[in-house]
């Protein structure tokens, strides 16, 4: 079993973009609304990326818990010229609806994404913009020199900001694709035929041996927090009989904020390319 460094990667991501950044004035705002210490957490691990690369970050955080006075704010940094990339940082409190904030973000701006016009994009095969998660992914597939094409590829997680985007991405590669999620009768049947299995659930051990053959490709981006104890999808039992596997933490994280710093540099290129 090899175990994929997500950090290694990340670090190399990051050096390059060091170097694309330097000289341009790249600024991101990270959106959070208190009330959450993970927001913040997530927050602050983006801030200590951005200060690592020479990209300026402000995190705004909003006591607000009206969806209109979010939106007013991000209406705000559209029109501040001095801010290249807005982000909102999930979790979100009850009551507040991700995809309408993002649908005001200036779409130059969208460094996740998650703009309808980067999604639309997205699924026509113009990868413009790329959802930092599922960009992740493939950029640790692209480092392990993982080949897609022709693959039996399973995704268990069919979020707006996983699942889709990331099906849609190894479409476009040419993997045979399937999708799990909550409602899926005999997910076994499907993990078992996996050669790259991909899962986000969130579920502590959701994945053991029974559920995967010996020698599959598999990436943990699920996230499941016990105490001051980080786990993921993925069982020991399951780990040991991948050829490859990502390990929570230190796997798909670093890549996913790294992959946010490579959209904050691309934005800054379109907005300035008029």
Known sequence: MHVIDGRKIAQEMEEEIKRNAE????????????????????????DKACKRVGIKHE??????RKQEEIEKEIEGLNKDESVTGINIQLPLPEGINYLDLVKKIDVRKDIEGMHPYNIGNLLLGREEMIPCTPKAVLKILEHERISLQGKDVVIINHSNIIGKPLAMLLLNRNATVAICH????????YTKRAEILITATGVKGLIKGEHVNEGCIIIDAGIKKEGNRVYGDVHESAAEKAKAVTPVPGGVGPVTIASMLENAVKAYEKIHKG
């Open 23 to 46: 000289g341009k004035e790249i600024k991101i705002v990270t959106v959070v609304i208190e009330g959450n210490e993970e927001s913040w957490l997530f927050a602050r691990l983006k």
């Open 59 to 64: 995190i705004l955080g909003m006591e607000c």
């Open 182 to 189: 909550v409602y899926t009768k005999d997910l076994i049947s």
